[in-house]
């Protein structure tokens, strides 16, 4: 009998939790073979990323997984073997109750968001009692390191962007409405929250002495770029032009076709937490913005990600990524973006033959949904066993 697996995932407006959840319960029943529910707030914003999915239906499947919509009263439902709630979101209190007397018990999951700080190892895996109820949830915490919970990846991932690659790019370029990237023009990808450093870089891609192509999906920075192009609004498919650079706008892209456009482009500017994983398994630079708060506790998960990303990497160049990093995520003034944008500029070489390595690295941590499944696993033989 295969295990069962229950995965509830509320969705904020960033998309990226809904991101996380589907390409997790899509790999757990692919690659694993499980059982795999998964209870959803908001399909309609579900439905933005896999266009395949109802979001009037209560009950579908897609690709495997049966996609529930998690409403308000919930449903009475049996717990599934394994439970997760991903990113701390809190389980309907009716559900709850049927856990705790479930015998034995369901394996209790909070998968919480990816971080490279050194205390993600120490924590990763500890048991957090429920106050009220004989229940357990296991913190598990995704990570750069092999003593971590891993990184979110397709088993074929490598070998799909590979292909891609090597014979899908002009197809890609033509279902965007555009040519083959001329010689020497620099293809950017920009996924971004609003930025007060946008301005600058806009500018300092405008002035370079090569084309700059950017493409840019729909989202919260088009506000921003209407502005910096002195127009009342912009709208998918519009193209502008300021001095060296042309501005593409994008329709909001679905998962697959995101991740072929942060293949196909020489340089891809993410946001969170999913875009961020996709972006540093193309194989290509990237500049990651975290997600703001207001005590900057962004800056301390920016800065060690940066650690990682930029070892192993000579001190010109490895100065360069973090100018870029820093400056896009507020960190510092010292030098200006033309600066940044000049010194990154400078190593383009340097910087691409390192992201080629990084992704190659990145595999030493252990995928996620193996480590999952293998945490999952071992807890439910233990309670067997306690159970008879």
Known sequence: MRTTWDIFCNVVDNYGDIGIAWRLARGLAREHGLDV???????????????AISPDATEQTCEG???????IPFAATGPAQVVIDAFGCSLPETYLAAMSVQSPP??????????????????HGLPSPHPRLPLTRYFFFPGYTPDTGGLLAEADLAERRAAFVHSGLPAFWRELGLEAPQAGELRISLFAYENPALPDLLEAWA???????????????????AAWLSVPGLQAGEVHRRGALRLHILPFLDQDT???????????FVRGEDSCVRAQWAARPMVWQAYPQDDHAHWDKTGALLAHYTEGLEPEA???????????????EADSMAVCWAAWRGQQAAIEVHAR?????????????????DFAENKLKSRVFSNP
Not at 357 to 373: F, I, N, P, T, Y
Request: hydrophobic residues 45%; contains cysteine; proline residues 6%.
């Open 37 to 51: 529910q998964l209870w959803v707030d908001d399909l309609h914003a579900f439905q933005r990323i896999w266009p």
């Open 65 to 71: 997984v049966r996609v529930c919509a998690w409403r």
């Open 106 to 123: 369901p394996v209790w999951i909070n998968l919480e968001y990816l971080s490279a700080e050194p205390w993600v190892a120490e924590h």
């Open 207 to 225: 002035t370079d002495t090569r084309p700059v192509t950017c493409l840019v999906p729909e989202g919260r920075v088009i506000p921003q770029l």
């Open 258 to 268: 995101y991740d072929h456009l942060l293949w196909a482009c020489n340089f891809n």
């Open 318 to 332: 490895a100065h360069a990524v973090s100018g870029m990093w820093r400056h896009w995520n507020g960190m510092t």
């Open 357 to 373: 390595a990084w992704c190659e690295r990145l595999g030493r941590a252990g995928r996620l949904a193996d480590k999952l499944v």
